[in-house]
């Protein structure tokens, strides 16, 4: 991940209409579910002293004083981003199981939905940055699901807490410096200024740093507001971002050899044995939102279908235990009916269904490995 933008990848893991033209209305509210409690504000001395040292280094790179007291009014030291920091799990998940998280039907289907209502913004910011208008849905789609999980974790609270913590201290320091160079200039409050533990931000999910450099005043209102439930500006954003990172207007990011891949470009297969695809440039550029090639494809591919486009036509190979996606849905299907709810049937057997197939073992008197088997498959029945 390009640390630049944003330091992890939350989409899966997390988006004046009418000053555009041809308005289609406003989001509903994101729900602001209650913070659990360890990221709730807890008294913390260490903190507090640290907040003290910074005020003065704030002041010294030109910040108002006023403006870091009200910033920091009612922030506090939240124990649960720094529980989050240390704790990452580093993991690679197959771009089989990537896609059918990034383009699931669902997610498919509300892409559509939103891309039919907020068409006339999207094709305005088409014509003014050339970045298509299903491409900037899908960045929307895969970092916020479309706005409705753009996070509510206050950022001067969460950036300052990592920034104390001192694991990445010097770069949590600079996305405090930049949030509230962001709350100085008018662009939001302290108070509307939310988003996830690691501090990125809005529809689509920029830190601090990548908000100044790339975000735009879309409506015309005088201020960058990327946490309106209007989403204007930070699909905006989002094109000025992939635009001022090289893309090239009228070419596509490639697609799949045999389906949809354009006929120049360079070929690549993310996992062995599975389809194959032709990418262009513009390819490099949505990696240079977020530096994955599993990012990349899913979001030319769930913008392929947002158009319009079909599903990915390659097979993929088996897994480590040779299981096909069709026999992953089954196992989740028969484990879900016997009572062993895996939280949905999608293919992927993330920590829900593994906890659903230890769960069952321990039951039967097996080991609860949480690993899949074809035996397991076949025990539960047609």
Same mark, same amino acid.
């Given at each position: 991940?390009?640390?630049?933008?944003?330091?992890?990848?939350?989409?899966?893991?997390?988006?004046?209409?009418?000053?555009?033209?041809?308005?289609?209305?406003?989001?509903?509210? !994101?729900?602001?579910?209650?913070?659990?409690?360890?990221?709730?504000? =807890?008294?913390?001395?260490?903190?507090?002293?640290?907040?003290?040292?910074?005020?003065?280094?704030?002041?010294?790179?030109?910040?108002?004083?006023? !403006? =870091?007291?009200?910033?920091?009014?009612?922030?506090?030291?939240? &124990?649960?981003?720094?529980?989050?920091?240390?704790?990452?799990?580093?993991?690679?998940?197959?771009?089989?199981?990537?896609?059918?998280?990034?383009?699931?039907?669902?997610?498919?289907?509300?892409?559509?939905?939103?891309?039919?209502?907020?068409?006339?913004?999207?094709?305005?910011?088409?014509?003014?940055?050339? !970045?298509?208008?299903? =491409?900037?849905?899908?960045?929307?789609?895969?970092?916020?699901?479309?706005?409705?999980?753009?996070?509510?974790?206050?950022?001067?609270?969460? *950036?300052?807490?990592?920034?104390?913590?001192?694991?990445?201290?010097?770069?949590?320091?600079?996305?405090?410096?930049?949030?509230?160079?962001?709350?100085?200039?008018?662009?939001?409050?302290?108070?509307?200024?939310? /988003?996830?533990?690691?501090?990125?931000? %809005?529809?689509?999910?920029?830190?601090?740093?990548?908000?100044?450099?790339?975000?735009?005043?879309?409506?015309?209102?005088?201020?960058?507001?990327?946490?309106?439930?209007? &989403?204007?500006?930070?699909?905006?954003?989002?094109?000025?971002?992939?635009?001022?990172?090289?893309?090239?207007?009228?070419?596509?990011?490639?697609?799949?050899?045999?389906?949809?891949?354009?006929?120049?470009?360079?070929?690549?297969?993310?996992?062995?044995?599975? &389809?194959?695809?032709?990418?262009?440039?513009?390819?490099?550029?949505?990696?240079?939102?977020?530096?994955?090639? +599993?990012?990349?494809?899913?979001?030319?591919?769930?913008?392929?279908?947002?158009?319009? /486009?079909?599903?990915?036509?390659?097979?993929?190979?088996?897994?480590?235990?040779?299981?096909?996606?069709?026999?992953?849905?089954?196992?989740?299907?028969?484990? *879900?009916?016997?009572?062993?709810?895996?939280? %949905?049937?999608?293919?992927?057997?993330?920590? +829900?269904?593994? *906890?659903?197939?230890?769960?069952?073992?321990?039951?039967?008197?097996?080991?609860?490995?949480?690993?899949?088997?074809?035996?397991?498959? +076949?025990?539960? /029945?047609?």
């Amino acid at each position: 991940m390009r640390i630049s933008r944003r330091i992890f990848m939350g989409g899966v893991a997390a988006s004046g209409l009418a000053a555009c033209g041809g308005g289609a209305g406003r989001l509903s509210p !994101v729900s602001r579910d209650p913070l659990p409690d360890d990221l709730r504000p =807890v008294p913390n001395a260490g903190w507090s002293a640290w907040v003290d040292g910074f005020r003065g280094r704030a002041a010294s790179q030109g910040l108002s004083p006023e !403006v =870091v007291a009200r910033s920091f009014r009612g922030a506090g030291y939240l &124990p649960g981003v720094v529980e989050r920091d240390r704790n990452q799990t580093e993991f690679t998940r197959s771009l089989e199981d990537y896609l059918a998280i990034a383009a699931s039907e669902e997610k498919v289907a509300t892409g559509r939905r939103m891309y039919g209502q907020y068409r006339p913004t999207l094709d305005a910011i088409e014509a003014r940055y050339g !970045v298509p208008a299903n =491409v900037v849905a899908a960045i929307w789609g895969l970092e916020s699901n479309y706005g409705s999980r753009r996070g509510n974790i206050p950022i001067v609270s969460s *950036t300052s807490t990592l920034a104390y913590d001192g694991r990445r201290g010097q770069f949590f320091e600079s996305q405090l410096l930049a949030a509230l160079r962001i709350i100085e200039r008018g662009d939001t409050t302290p108070e509307n200024m939310v /988003g996830s533990w690691a501090g990125a931000m %809005g529809h689509t999910q920029f830190i601090p740093t990548s908000y100044q450099a790339f975000a735009v005043d879309f409506t015309g209102d005088g201020r960058r507001d990327i946490w309106a439930d209007d &989403p204007s500006d930070a699909l905006a954003s989002t094109a000025a971002y992939l635009s001022r990172s090289g893309w090239q207007r009228g070419m596509s990011w490639g697609g799949e050899v045999g389906v949809s891949a354009p006929a120049s470009g360079s070929a690549i297969t993310p996992q062995p044995g599975g &389809p194959t695809f032709r990418v262009t440039r513009n390819f490099d550029a949505i990696k240079r939102y977020n530096n994955s090639t +599993n990012y990349a494809i899913g979001v030319g591919h769930l913008s392929d279908r947002i158009a319009g /486009g079909p599903p990915i036509r390659a097979s993929f190979p088996p897994d480590r235990y040779g299981f096909t996606k069709d026999m992953r849905e089954d196992l989740q299907r028969r484990l *879900t009916r016997a009572g062993y709810d895996t939280q %949905g049937t999608d293919g992927v057997l993330g920590p +829900n269904s593994r *906890t659903a197939i230890a769960a069952y073992q321990g039951a039967r008197g097996l080991p609860p490995t949480g690993d899949p088997s074809v035996a397991l498959l +076949n025990s539960l /029945g047609g």
